[in-house]
């Protein structure tokens, strides 16, 4: 795709990044960026989440995506790639800031997610000329773009000494709202969260907390509760929202056999009521 140059200040949503520290003069991209300053929120964290790290991501992401928020993240493994990949499956838009030209995409493993972004009416950025590899210091230098394009950032899981932080930290130099999602007290991979929240950061169960905050016009009443077609896939949704994610137990639960719990899971993910989260685990899809 054609590779565009544009000053942060010929363009009414990228105006933002003049508020922050050394700003980039010109920005290089591909797909489409938006024309209008738009509500955004930078989702980040672990490169290798847990499988609640992995869910609550998705969950925000998607969420957010919903309500027209434009969500902002690095295109890296874990974390990143989930908001990216959650923001497309919402029928949103999302924005990959690089650590270097944008017509290398890094890790090569999200050259289908690239594609994806693109196709869904985002872009990927980055202050770096074509043919500039990545570099370890470029993405601690990228990491202020993430910040700096959002008006918010949302950590959902990180471990102490993570990576991570240094978006936090260009946030705070910033201005910008941080949220974080709480975790698990004896998870290593919820201790940077856990001291951030500590530290003052907003704590946060769902997309509405960083709305309300950033943008409340955006909040609506409340959409009704999904419905199930059938008394057993009503009795499903019940079980998910108390809580309950495994398949076996949700099985029991329900007291049907295997034949018509798998009919009634197959029938629920084909219309878009639950998804899948691996390993027999499932979750309402919002």
């Not at 290089?28 to 738009?38: A, C, D, H, S, V």
């Not at 990949?85 to 919402?90: E, K, L, Y």
């Not at 995409?105 to 074509?130: K, Q």
């Amino acid at each position: 795709m054609k590779i565009n140059t544009i000053s942060p200040q010929d363009n009414n949503y990228l105006q933002i990044i003049s508020t922050i520290a050394n700003p980039p003069k010109k920005f290089y991209f591909i797909g489409k960026l938006p024309e209008k300053r738009t509500p955004t929120v930078a989702i980040i964290g672990s490169r290798k989440p847990t499988a609640y790290g992995k869910e609550v991501t998705y969950q925000l992401a998607y969420d957010l995506a919903r309500h027209g928020i434009i969500i902002v993240s690095g295109l890296a493994l874990g974390v990143d790639g989930l908001a990216h990949r959650a923001t497309i499956d919402a029928g949103g838009k999302t924005i990959a800031v690089m650590a270097n030209g944008v017509d290398i995409i890094y890790p090569a493993a999200h050259m289908g997610l690239s594609r994806d972004i693109l196709g869904h009416g985002g872009a990927i950025v980055s202050e770096y000329e074509p043919g500039v590899e990545a570099r370890d210091f470029q993405f601690l230098d990228r990491n202020r773009i993430v910040s700096g394009l959002s008006d918010a950032i949302i950590v959902t899981e990180a471990a102490a000494r993570s990576g991570t932080l240094s978006t936090v930290m260009h946030a705070l130099e910033q201005g910008r709202e941080v949220f974080v999602v709480p975790g698990n007290i004896t998870s290593p991979l919820s201790a940077g969260c856990n001291n951030l929240i500590k530290q003052g950061a907003h704590p946060i169960t769902c997309a509405n907390d960083v709305i309300e905050i950033i943008a409340p016009s955006l909040l609506q009443t409340q959409s009704l509760l999904p419905l199930g077609s059938t008394p057993l896939e009503s009795k499903i949704i019940g079980l998910l929202q108390s809580g309950i994610r495994d398949g076996e137990e949700l099985q029991t639960l329900s007291e049907v056999n295997a034949s018509e719990f798998s009919c009634a899971i197959t029938m629920m993910e084909i219309s878009s009521t639950i998804r899948a989260l691996g390993g027999n685990q499932w979750t309402l899809k919002r």
